[in-house]
């Protein structure tokens, strides 16, 4: 039982790895003995995390513009040629877009749902093989999607294309569980409440409080939360668990 939570030794690649969840769940990996890649389209940014992380555990730092489908070929054959095997991706990086319906543009739907949609469906097929070869009947290989209340529930704010990408993500989850659990891997999506991240951080400056009060537990979300679940999906606790949604947001989905 001691080692049912265990990821040491793992092999992990985070998306969007260097800010606001990313960084929480790759901390957190890191921290639990994984040897862990962040990859970022701010190579600059992308290493200084990595340097940071390294003093606790094996961080990476690659960088990649996954909004294009050969960016993601490249990096799935750089984790190839330097480990041979990946035992958990994690989906992560993202985009939002807020703007009134009125004025809502087109080019919002391209650029969100060409990185929250596409790409997590191109890596995740480049990264197949790797993926493959770590996984095993007992410990199968591990895909994480990040996806969000708002694909849960009508968002607050004027996010169509996030929302709607977000509602993509967890569908397309339960479609490569399906696909994937004869290779052994397993695909789950966590949909994360109000954390203080990159992209809610101008929401939590105006409305923290109010968030904050509203949310049944009575509290944005640490990162210890997000570590948790990300943890729990990669390891053997989580191994028979495939084709879930996950809400980690204080029970905000249970609210109407």
């Known amino acids: 039982m001691k080692d049912l939570f265990s990821i040491e030794g793992k092999v992990a690649l985070v998306t969007g790895g260097s800010s606001g969840i ?6 957190g990996y890191v921290e639990a ?23 606790k555990g094996t961080c990476i730092a690659l960088s990649a513009n996954l909004q294009e489908e050969s960016e993601c070929i490249r990096l799935a054959d750089e984790i190839a040629d330097r480990e041979g095997k990946l035992d958990i991706l994690v989906n992560n990086a993202g985009a939002n877009w807020g703007e009134p319906i009125e004025s ?3 080019a919002a739907w391209d650029r969100v749902l060409g990185l929250n949609v596409k790409a997590v469906f191109n890596l ?21 999607n990040i996806g ?3 694909g849960l529930k009508p ?5 169509f294309s996030y929302s709607a990408s977000k509602a993509a993500v967890h569908h397309m989850s339960r479609v490569l569980a399906a696909k994937l659990a004869p290779s052994h891997i397993t ?12 992209m809610m951080k101008a929401t939590l400056e105006k409305f923290g409080d109010g968030i904050a009060n509203s ?22 606790a989580g191994a028979y668990v495939t084709g879930a949604v996950i809400p980690v947001d204080g029970g905000v989905s249970t609210t109407t």
Do not use: H, W
Not at 33 to 55: M, N, T
């Open 155 to 159: 968002p607050v704010l004027d996010t």
């Open 124 to 144: 995740t097929r480049a990264l197949i093989p790797s993926l493959t070869k770590a996984g095993s009947p007992e410990d199968p290989a591990r895909v994480i």
């Open 148 to 150: 969000s209340i708002d």
């Open 104 to 106: 809502f543009p087109d």
């Open 33 to 55: 003995g994984a040897k862990v890649y962040i990859a970022s389209r701010k190579k600059d940014v992308c290493e200084q995390v990595a340097a940071e992380l390294s003093e």
């Open 187 to 198: 695909v789950n999506a966590v949909a994360p409440g109000p954390f203080q991240s990159k």
């Open 22 to 27: 990313g960084a929480m769940i790759a901390r």
């Open 215 to 236: 949310n049944p537990l009575g509290r944005i979300g640490e990162p210890e939360d997000m570590a948790g679940i990300a943890i729990y999906l990669a390891s053997r």
